[in-house]
């Protein structure tokens, strides 16, 4: 079935470490998106990308790092300059330009220990 | 300014009544998409409908229709005969311009639907 991967789905870092998040899709899907979550308010964006080896910052890019070395993958490195990096991160891909929808991942819970 | 403003915290609907989920934007650009996504406690997101902002008519799905009133800047999700399973986070989203590059989110509405 395509779809959107995200791993791990729960995942504890301790303070001081960095962490990647995993996000594969095999929708064909051209842009792909990082988006965080915190308890009971909306999404906002962290980083996205429209093609391979390209990508921008979003709105809270700041203690984030992406690649896009695939179209498939569009990892999430949550560095140690991320303060507050307790959050569920949803990844999420859509076709391209244009209006069409964007489909997500399951999530990943993230928990700084 | 926030692009999305959807002003109901939560809700509460009576099940098989149907309920409004308000949704407003903010934009300059004529050419724009405004989308419904439900987010059950599981946490993922299930898109629901889309409107394109060229769209003559309101856009449905199923039970669900998008109450689109482009001069008031609107985009009302309605939901008819409301089930006990649609009791979610009901998030608007927007992709502005013609080549829409990302969404704006809104903060979420919280429906329950009451046995």
């Known amino acids: 079935d395509g779809g959107i991967t995200q791993s791990p789905k729960y995942l504890f870092r301790k303070e001081g470490q960095n962490v990647t998040l995993s996000c594969e899709q095999n929708l064909n899907h051209d842009a792909m998106y990082w988006y965080r979550q915190d308890p009971g308010q909306g999404l906002r964006l962290i980083y996205y990308s429209q093609i391979v080896n390209d990508f921008q910052k979003g709105d809270i890019a700041e203690g984030y790092s992406v690649s896009r070395e695939k179209k498939e993958s569009f990892p999430l490195t949550v560095t140690s300059a991320q303060k507050n990096p307790t959050a569920f991160y949803l990844c999420?891909?859509?076709?391209?330009?244009?209006?069409?929808?964007?489909?997500f991942g399951q999530g990943t819970r993230l928990t700084v220990v | 300014a926030q692009k999305i403003t959807q002003t109901q915290p939560g809700m509460f609907v009576q099940e098989k009544e149907a309920v409004t989920l308000d949704c407003t934007y903010d934009?300059?650009?004529?050419?724009?998409?405004l989308f419904w996504y439900k987010q059950p406690s599981s946490g993922e997101m299930i898109f629901l409908i889309y409107q394109g902002s060229y769209d003559q008519q309101n856009a449905t799905e199923g039970r669900y229709s998008l109450n689109f009133q482009k001069a008031r800047k609107s985009a009302n999700l309605v939901i008819s005969a409301s089930q006990l399973g649609d009791s979610a986070m009901y998030f608007c989203a927007m992709r502005e311009g013609d080549y829409g590059q990302n969404f704006v989110f809104g903060p979420g509405t919280r429906l329950s639907v009451l046995p």
């Open positions: 999420a891909s859509s076709i391209g330009p244009g209006h069409k929808e964007a489909f």
């Open positions: 934009t300059s650009d004529p050419s724009y998409g």
